[in-house]
């Protein structure tokens, strides 16, 4: 592997780099102020003609667009593979999950329907009725990031077509290309021209967009760029989705062969880069011993290394500098005495090995940020009300994870975490594509998920005759 970094940005444009092996994959415009203007004037323009489309030819669209990247799938693999370092098998996992993304964008946007109130209620209102119905906003502003470069901007541009609007994505710089492919595909299924434009660069595109006459701005990122672009937005509609530290707890009758494969499958996928991955493993002292030898066992069975092989498990963190983030979390972690490493704790280059590590505080630097990188940090309780507490008094709130059968611990968790979602038996990280994902706090504003995701796309109209 040689020494590198993912992106190398000039003036005019972004030369990226695999990962893995830091070799040239591609290389994209950047896209100037005053070019971001004018792609929102295209989109406006598109978005007028197409705002009066039928539920049918929206669906029909969006079809045909999943069609395309079906038949495009092995190379839209390849290409989210070099250019993000996700394992080949990941990365064609993605591109069926986008597929089923604007096939369920589609379906839904034939349940778009409304709603009939009387008015009866207040005085002179006996012979009126009010009809509710959901208009498209406008032009969408979708800003996604390197971890997900397709399907995330699925979950925007399904339910915003569906919705009736134009989209203009911006696409992480440091995964570019897949976004770029995606505007390819929508030419070959036949959109309207300009109904779907990407736009590319850093803070800067990004700021510009927000700052530009969108009509809604939906962003995947951190805390702290979503703040700063919801504050250049202004009065504009924002649904942001800004990470999590999200945590899964093991109780004592749980299943511990299915809670330990959760674990790894929910923490090394994409090396740990996944905003709901499992930040924080709480187990019970009763099952922590036994628990901690099958996960070792499993984790040291983790293939990691060369991310276009099929039988790898486990590719390199997004660049350099990530790498060196984790890496010093980790030896910060340690250096306190507290924590054991119990496997991992090596980098080479990019690639950070599977790590495990118990008697983790609870503000250890590997835990009190989000943490992007494939570690196991270990909590133990004996108390399930104090590690929900301790789990509450965090910023993030975005999912839990549980595994146990017993009823009332269900109904516990479920109750008094406040996060968006809390998975029983399954890992933090699981999301189905039509149902709400998000959470509360730091974690963001809003919901995706096609069918909610849809009507925050949508202005409700009422006419009362």
Known sequence: MNSLNAVTPTTTSILVCNPYNGQPVGEIGISSGAEIVATIARAKSAQAGFRRSTPAVRRALLNTLASEIAADADNLARIISSEMGKTIREARNEVRRAQNTLKLSGDAATFLDGEALHCGIVEGGVDRLATITYEPVGVVGAITPFNYPLNLLCHKLGPAIAAGNAVIAKPSPKAPLAAARLAQLTEKAGWPQHLFQVVHGAADAALSLARGPIDLLSFTGGPTAGLALKNASGLVRCLMELGGNDPLFVLPDADLDKAVATTIGHRFEIAGQSCAAVKKLYLHRDIEAAFTEKLLAAVDAVEFGDPSLDDTDMGPVIDLAAAKTVEERVNATLSTGEARLLTGGTRNETLYAPTVIS?????????????????????????????????????????????????????????????????????PDFRAEHVPFGGVKKSGLGREGVRITLREMSEPKVVID
Do not use: K
Request: a negative charge.
């Open 359 to 427: 008697g983790v505080a609870s503000d250890a630097p590997v835990i009190a940020n989000e943490t992007f990188g494939p570690i196991i940090a270990i909590r133990s309780f004996t108390n399930a009300a104090d590690a929900i507490a301790e789990v509450n008094a965090g910023i993030y709130g975005l999912q839990a994870g549980v595994f146990t059968n017993d009823h009332a611990l269900i109904r516990q968790f479920s109750r008094d975490l406040i996060v968006g979602g809390v998975m029983i038996n399954e890992g």
